[in-house]
Nanobody, 124 residues
Framework: QVQLVDAGGGLVQAGGSLRLACAASGRTFSNYAMGWFRQAPGKEREFVAT????????YYTASVKGRFTISRDNAKSTVYLQMDSLKPEDTAVYYC?????????????????WGQGTQVTVSS
């Protein structure tokens, strides 16, 4: 069983930056693709970014491309989401997720493990 603990959210002004981190338990972290999703009030949970098992393939939703960067440190069993040039529309609860598939995927149903979520609020 894999447990994910995500952290790093907070309140930031538009144009600012935050770095989310997701720490995973279990020895198989390096075999998994990882992703970040977000859910705003009254909306469906949506894909943000994904990274494959060794970090050499990433994919982003169009609205964050060029502003967000996903990365991973397999030695630390941690995945990160660096968020720059934040906008009020980025406000949401952010969730990290792990997929037993090794390849990066934006498909929510392919993720097997989820963190508890961390709130990101961007003020205008």
């Amino acid at each position: 069983q894999v447990q994910l603990v995500d952290a790093g959210g907070g309140l930031v002004q538009a144009g600012g930056s935050l770095r989310l981190a997701c720490a995973a338990s279990g020895r198989t972290f390096s075999n998994y693709a990882m992703g970040w999703f977000r859910q705003a009030p009254g909306k469906e949970r949506e894909f943000v970014a994904t990274i494959n098992w060794n970090g050499d393939n990433t994919y982003y939703t169009a609205s964050v491309k060029g502003r967000f960067t996903i990365s991973r440190d397999n030695a630390k069993s941690t995945v990160y989401l660096q968020m720059d040039s934040l906008k009020p529309e980025d406000t949401a609860v952010y969730y990290c997720a792990g997929s037993r598939r090794a390849y990066a995927t934006a498909n929510r149903v392919e993720y097997n493990y989820w963190g508890q979520g961390t709130q990101v609020t961007v003020s205008s």
